[in-house]
């Protein structure tokens, strides 16, 4: 789900490398949890989350040593932030081709299991040269297209442009305009 959620961001454009938006942070929280006791920190999945959220939140309050109160479940009324939807747990099940599975199960497979996550059954599919190739280039293709219908032709050559440009106060402009655009699609 976090790969298929990294495409709709625009951070990448295929699955295959949305899944170093999950791996990454894993390794590091496995690290970090190595040093903790097991009353400093609670693991909350998103599943569980959507699925009952006052529960989950009741763990986090008692970590935190504040009292739950009601009112925190109705954030969505004072923030621009909507409640997480139920139906988008697991959607990387139901969303996805088979062979997206099979090359995401294949990075994450055994890390899947750790977090107590089921595997779909697909096997596993490790890439070839070209079908890597197709997959770097498809990833590069939808960025690409994604970056244009967001911020404009334009703005887009610019922002790239001025990347390479030894130009600081432009750059920043540039870049002004695009965090701009980009805080519209916020939550």
């Avoid at 789900?1 to 999950?22: E, L």
């Avoid at 529960?55 to 986090?60: M, V």
């Avoid at 089921?118 to 197709?134: A, C, D, Q, V, Y």
């Amino acid at each position: 789900d976090v790969a298929r959620s990294c495409i709709g961001m625009g951070w990448v454009g295929h699955v295959y490398y949305g899944a170093n938006y999950w791996i990454k942070p894993e390794e590091r929280w496995d690290t970090l949890r190595a040093k903790l006791r097991d009353d400093q920190f609670v693991e909350i999945r998103y599943e569980d989350l959507v699925l009952d959220a006052e529960t989950q939140l009741r763990k986090i309050c008692e970590l935190a040593e504040i009292d739950f109160d009601p009112a925190m479940l109705k954030y969505d009324r004072a923030t621009t932030y909507s409640k997480p939807d139920p139906k988008l747990a697991e959607q990387w099940k139901r969303k996805q081709t088979r062979r997206e599975v099979q090359l995401v199960e294949r990075r994450v497979g055994a890390l899947l299991e750790s977090r107590g996550y089921t595997n779909s059954g697909f096997g596993k599919h490790k890439p070839g040269p070209i079908e890597r190739l197709r997959l770097f280039l498809t990833h590069r293709w939808k960025r690409v297209m994604f970056s244009i219908d967001r911020y404009g032709l334009l703005l887009w050559a610019e922002w790239k442009l001025s990347r390479w440009l030894p130009l600081p106060n432009y750059r920043k402009s540039v870049q002004l305009r695009v965090n701009r655009i980009a805080s519209r699609h916020l939550k």
